[in-house]
């Protein structure tokens, strides 16, 4: 239950201060604050807040559940035999609740209830959106399992995987206004509907797809480590 609890918050606490810089930027600044502008400091600043919103909760909650706050990462530690099946369902209901309690938040403070951050891709970017979600998901989880293996350096693991979130964000938000996250993806869509939740099998299947090769790849080196000792 302690897992759960601190799953869900974490979750929570990465929708509403990623996706809820997007959204409170566009209501209480102005439309020259979106990132379909292009502006490359708005879009820099949405990138930090999802970065470090995961560095800070990594630090508060990773002794707990070592802070996934990511179906993706979940499904990448238990492929590497981190987690047991049943606890990995245990994760992803509470990431799940906790991304939806974020997105009512964003709604409870903007008082709009028609902006989320969702994520979302232009007609006939298909493609682009479901290829890049798959690369910098895989590229994602290697940081967290290289960061968090018993030969990394200890207690820097955290900012490795926040900075990491953080570029993600900054190179893909132009794209689909970056996941590799299917909570993160999930609470915002399930509000927003329309075009939203249309395209939000493709946040869910190509971060999982992506944490999938990452897990193999790892279990790769693993295996080179033990036949080099």
């Known amino acids: 239950m302690k897992k759960f609890v601190a799953e869900l918050i974490g979750t929570f606490a990465l929708v509403l201060f990623g996706c809820g810089s997007a959204v ?16 490359p400091i708005t879009i820099t600043a949405i990138g930090l807040c999802f970065g470090l919103a ?24 238990f492929l590497n035999k981190g987690m047991s099946f049943s606890e990995m369902l245990m994760y992803w209901v509470a990431q799940l609740i906790g ?30 959106a479901f290829i890049g979600e798959v690369i910098f998901t895989f590229l994602f989880l290697i940081v967290i399992l290289g ?21 993600i964000n900054i190179v893909m938000i ?11 993806s999930f609470g915002p869509a399930i509000f927003q509907g329309g075009e939203a939740l249309s395209q939000l099998w493709v946040f869910i299947v190509a971060p999982l797809i992506g944490a999938a ?17």
């Not at 991304?99 to 493609?127: C, D, P, R, V």
């Not at 018993?150 to 953080?166: E, R, T, V």
Request: charged share 10%; aromatic share 8%; glycine share 12%.
């Open 54 to 77: 995961v560095l800070i909760m990594a630090y508060a909650i990773g002794p707990v559940s070592g802070c996934h706050v990511n179906p993706a990462v979940s499904l990448g530690v």
């Open 174 to 184: 132009p794209i689909d206004g970056a996941s590799v996250n299917p909570a993160r």
């Open 99 to 128: 991304a939806a309690l974020g997105a009512i938040a964003i709604g409870a403070i903007s008082q709009q209830w028609t902006s989320f951050g969702s994520n979302q891709f232009a007609e006939g970017h298909l493609s682009g």
């Open 24 to 39: 409170f930027g566009q209501i209480f600044v102005g439309a020259d604050s979106l990132t379909t502008t292009g502006n």
């Open 213 to 229: 090769l990452a897990a193999l790849v790892w279990q790769i080196f693993k295996k080179d480590e033990t036949a080099e000792a």
């Open 147 to 167: 960061s968090t293996s018993p030969k990394a350096p200890k207690g820097f693991a955290g900012i490795a995987i926040g900075w990491a979130l953080a570029i």
